[in-house]
């Protein structure tokens, strides 16, 4: 069983960046796609970003599109840790971000309900 970690969040000011990380930690994660969701309070859990599990170094990514160009999701598979670079940070981006393995084949990468197994979750506040 695949066990995730998810660090790096804090407090930023408007227009500044941040780079999560997802370790994962027991059986590799490295053959799963791994996800970013995001939770503001009163609100839904949200898809952020998501990256395939990969062939031969090549990765497919997938973005929520009002994140498109700001938000960047990577993948280090030996050291097991998946990566959501955010840049240009706005005040609306503040949310509880959650890492996430995609165990099961099929479904969609942007759909919450195929994550299996879920971060504790990280707080990224943006200040106005």
């Known amino acids: 069983q695949v066990q995730l970690v998810d660090s790096g969040g804090g407090l930023v000011q408007a227009g500044g960046s941040l780079r999560l990380s997802c370790a994962g930690s027991?059986?590799?994660?490295?053959?799963?796609?791994m996800g970013w969701f995001r939770q503001a309070p009163g609100k839904e859990r949200e898809f952020v970003a998501a990256i395939s599990w990969g062939t031969a170094g090549v990765y497919y990514t997938d973005y929520a599109d009002s994140l498109k160009g700001r938000f960047a999701i990577s993948r280090d598979n030996a050291k097991s840790t998946v990566y959501l670079q955010m840049n240009s940070l706005k005040p609306e981006d503040t949310a509880v971000y959650y890492c996430?393995?995609?165990?099961?084949?099929?479904?969609?990468?942007?759909?919450?309900?195929?994550?299996?197994?879920w971060g504790q979750g990280t707080q990224v506040t943006v200040s106005s």
């Open positions: 996430a393995a995609k165990v099961r084949v099929g479904g969609s990468i942007g759909d919450k309900t195929w994550y299996d197994i």
């Open positions: 027991g059986r590799t994660s490295s053959g799963y796609a």
